[in-house]
């Protein structure tokens, strides 16, 4: 590329933006937290994000949020992320501007700059991991998702549903080895690439995609993610600080950002857990069920939950209350904290929330490529409030 | 082991228990105050002993305890070593530099970031190199680090599952520092999970000399008393470690005392699958246990404000203690605590006379406390006719509240539907209900449970453990874990156990998740006899 790097402060300007925000440690807490609801159990461990994003903002760089409907409709973006084995970045955390080599790389393929980042999804890492790879990159992150809740493969979004590709996609790693993947509109192929090329870096890729113009974005994206993820962090920080009762605050918060009502469906503990190997669904993804009793108003119930790293469905005493591509939260009933299905254990207590999924991760197209049927399930999508109603 | 005496201490914040065990009987037991350099409270709790049982010093067979030595510098920041920081890993893990996080006053006492080197090298996870070890680039820090270090850590990407780089870096050190050097390689002291796994290995070098000083003044109080017996400390499993061993890995003893207490009951009321309850002046731990051990925690352990992946009991902790405030609005209780009078009981509480209802006060309005132990030196006795003013009602609803509250507690730590046995201990345990408690098939109240820390200290096993990355792909999963079983039995005989007694406590197994195939972790907790 030619040129210098500008900073995200010139960009906007650029734009003739001035709505935008500033984040800093606690808005990269809040909004992580948030984004660790919101991924359905799924997600990963927020602490290696965190910590980089923390680390970014140490170096005295600036990460700033801007609303999708402040950006010029030419301009290019494009999702930054990490796909692989959540236990294997644990222990091999990133490169700096490992990202940064991606978000390049893509530039000198697109013979384009790119002026803005996207999260691809709400989750412990790729969350705070995108703000992190903007802060270095030096440009703003867009209030946008393709998701609003994570899911375990690259084409499950709003932008394939919405008739936008993931290709072409770089993929890196921290020996600076690049892998273009571009299989045009086939997002499912690119998927099953970008999953071996992980493999085969050890178990941990970094890449830019979904290279989407300024227009697309705003077409195709879960608007304002960003922010329904940040008002719920906050909602939950806020009540441990006050002592209210973290759940209530967060169905508020959800109320007040997105129009919905969120359901509060059951309180218990895990009974019991089955994680299976191998069988024709297994396509490298932990599956299994979890069963939980009910406790206080909810006692003599049982649920039960099926997860493929993220959580399914839920049946309390054998009635479906939940189906994807629809939300489920298993939170800690004093602190909101989420239990994911990596971390779980026997004994683990838990409230169990339900959130209605974002409409464009609705449409026919969406309930084909990520509801029930995809998922092995013979039973049509409905939607949640309709089963909670 | 009968016969054997034994000679064991748990030392707490406050006072220093000592007992001297024959077999299951308790000979025995002191308690001295905790001094500011723990040793010389053992050594007066051990005199204390020998003076009391008049045993031959000769005859002990063995002398543990249970220590607060390592716990107390990294929280004071006192005594601690200057650590050279190795990390293998670059080109990849840069991002978060080691020492991230950590409080500004314990980076300065350790050394500070000066002393840290991001090495090139590490492995994936399935055993290749991320990069050859920059061996040249280990000597060269090494030379900068001269005079200006007391020990090194070494922590290498993916050494868990192959250690090869951080073995190799360790010779390195060791020849351009010298043998003198102490070297802790993070791949003996946690599991995966880099930053917590670095962080464990950086704060056991940073206290080596710390324990090495505690165990050689101890060594010479004991032999300068005429015991012959080897020494052993209890680390964060509940199980005990010689102190030679010990001195290499100090980190092992953080959650040594609350390790020993729910050892102890274990030992006092021979059950082995439970819970145990020890209830205190303020608060109430409650733990698990599984064929006699602690269950681990799964999550961090947050030591002396840094986070790391050191394996310590999983307890709970409510606050609810004998000396607990019951708040009550009339006949109905609005809340227990969680404020309690704790030492002020003797002053405050409504059955001494004073303001305050506690959750003692109940029990001696109810007419429960039926016991004094003879190790509580007071002179204090209860007055139930100070507390017959109490409406019964209100004393009723006390007491159904502090049995709702354990009740839960002991729910949250429970993995099964089934009722299970649980132990009560601690000076707690006389004034909470004991009768139809929920979940519970029966509640013990060992004897002499007040020293039941020193008591947790003298059972003779030893505990270790061993984890691998295995593919069910490729390997069949009972192989996996029988391969893995026998690492943790050798590791237990090298840490002092007779081999041929050693047998497994605990088998997990943690999928890889976001990967195809069928890559699972495997950690297998074993233990084992010394005597």
Redo the contacts between chains.
Sequence with gaps: MKGQRVSSRDILQEWGTKNFRVIDKKAISEITLGASILATGGG?DP??GL??T??VLDEGKEILMVDPMEIPDEIQTASTAC??????L?????????LNLAIRRLEQYLERPIQATIPIECGGVNSPVAY?AAGELGVPVIDVDGMNRAF?ELQMTSWVTHGVHSSPTVSVD???NITVIDTGDDDVLAETLA?RV??AY??ISWIATYPLTGRQVRETSILNSQSIAWAAGHAVMCARQEHLDPIAELLKSLKKERDVEGFRVFRG?I?DIR?E??SETN????LGQVIM?G?DEYKGQTASLDFQ?EWLNLRVDGEVLCLPPDLIAILDSETGEPIR???M???Y?GTIVLIPAHERMRTPKGIEMFGPRHFGYDLDYVPVETLNG | MTGELRVGFDVGGTFTDGVLMRGKDVVVKAKSLTTQDVTAGIVQALDALLNKSRVNPAEVAMVSLGTTHTTNALIERRNLNKVGIFRLGAPATTAIPPLTGWPEDLKQAIGGVKLVHVIRGGSEYDGRDIVPLDKQAIAEACRKMKGKVDSVAVTGVFSPIISDHEEQAAEIVQEVLGDDIHITLSHRIATISLLERENSAILNASVITVMQRAVNSLKTAVSERGIKAPLFIVQNDGSVMSVDYAVDYPIFTVASGPAASVRGSVYLSGIEDGVVVDIGGTSTDVAYIVKGFPRESSITVTIGGVKTNIRCPDLLSIALGGGTIVKHQGEKVSALGPESVGYNLVRLGKSFGGPLLTVHDTAVALGKLDRKLEVFKTDFVTHPEKVNALPRKLVDNAWAAVKATIEEAIDKMKTTVEPVPAIFIGGGAMVVPKEGIAGVSKVLCPDHFEVGGAVGTTIAEIGAYAEGVVDLEKEDRDNAIARVTEQAKDNAKTAGAIRETVEVIDVEEIPFTYMPGKREKVRIRVKGKIL
């Design positions: 990963g602490e290696i910590l980089w923390y680390k796909l692989g084995a959540a236990l294997v644990t222990e091999k955390p990133p490169s700096g501007g490992v992190a375990p921290n020996r600076k999953r992980a493999m050890g178990g503990k009974v994680r190997f191998g396509k490298g993804f932990t009793g406790i790293n299905t990596d971390i254990k026997y004994g207590r």
